[in-house]
């Protein structure tokens, strides 16, 4: 893995950032927090018009065919504009679609996701947060020539908004802990689907949607009943190390905000960043980020080549919702008493790096994950070698050293 950005990447990240800082302020972000749907339609417009909703999607469906890297920079210039924007939910969801529907699922769905006419999301999560499989209870009764939804899902993204959602249901008992899962993809507006706004420390658009009996056509399941865990697995961890670019984009325009306040702000006749404590917190602010930026662009970088990654995402992921957010406490320390108020546009960053991090796996689970693979199994520690090991969530995939 090369740790630079090749020119073609820079490019990527430099329109994409120049594009949010003059179509994405503050005042934009905060008017979206009390808006129903939470994003401005002309935004996510012209976003699809620079490629950004099919920008890892095939090509024949009307994508750039792009890798996974150049995704995680404009979710992480999306991230350091808090730009209220539906693309981790609809990019997660669209690419689940693309590994593992049929050509008519891909056909359907996707020439409209890259054309910004189509939303996604996705609904994992119940009453159990962690992401493991016996998690799962929501059911899923095949009855004639489809399936009929019951239960309830928490945190879905941007469910107001979208057209279509991909929900992991329980079409039959679990066998060995990952076995019984299906994933269907459910039209938003069908009969029986009802939603609830949650009020989030973000202050994003995340709901809970109870399915009440909700017939679901048998052709928009994705492969096999009963079968779909390893494709879930795999859609979690693009969306832990999509979230983890997000976030380090808002943590280091965070950062940067931190820094320039110390450079104005005055105390006992000189700048307050010309006092060591301060210099010291802001170069562990950027320590922090850059090193979260090498796990992530590393796992992303695997998942591009084929290569196992699920501990390089679950490092990521642990690494990012600390330290990202100890990032991010120092700003707001950096600032003082003002640093804490709501009406400060830091509080915006902050607000979302802290609800971010507590998003698809705690910083406790993804260390179990890597302790899993390092130590809970005999043998010698074998760099790149997967192991199977049933029932974690998200499975552990090779040993580390």
Known sequence: MDVLLTDEQEMIRETARSFLEGECSPQLVRAMEADPLGYPPELWRKAAELGWQGLSLPEAYGGSGMPLVYLGLVLQEVGRAVAPLPLHSTAVAALTIAEAGSKAQCEAILPGVVSGDTILTWAFTEDDPRLRPEAVTMSA???????????????????AAADKCLVVCRTAPARGGSGGLSLLIVDTKAEGISHNPLITTAKDKQSEVVFDRVRVPAADLIGRAGEAWPVV??????????????????ARKDAEMAFDYAKMREAFGQPIGAFQSIQHMCSDMVIWIDGGELLTYEALWRMDEGLPHGVEVSQAKAFCNEKCLASA??????????GFMMELDLHLWYRRIA??????????????????????????????????????????????A
């Not at 697995?233 to 808002?250: H, K, P, T």
């Not at 693979?373 to 552990?396: F, K, N, W």
Request: aromatic letters at 6%; glycine letters at 12%.
């Open 355 to 400: 609800a971010w991090g507590m998003r698809l796996g705690t910083t406790y689970e993804h260390r179990a994950r890597v302790a899993a693979a390092l130590i809970d199994y005999p043998g010698e520690v074998v760099l790149g070698q997967p192991v199977p090991v049933a029932g974690a969530l998200p499975e552990p995939e090779r040993r580390v």
């Open 233 to 250: 697995e795999r859609m979690l961890d693009r969306a832990a190390a999509l979230l983890c670019a997000q976030m380090l984009g808002a």
């Open 141 to 159: 009764v095949q009855d004639g020539d489809g399936y009929v939804l019951s239960g309830r899902k928490m945190f879905v993204d941007d469910f």
């Open 329 to 338: 406490r120092n700003a707001q320390i950096i600032h003082g008493g003002i």
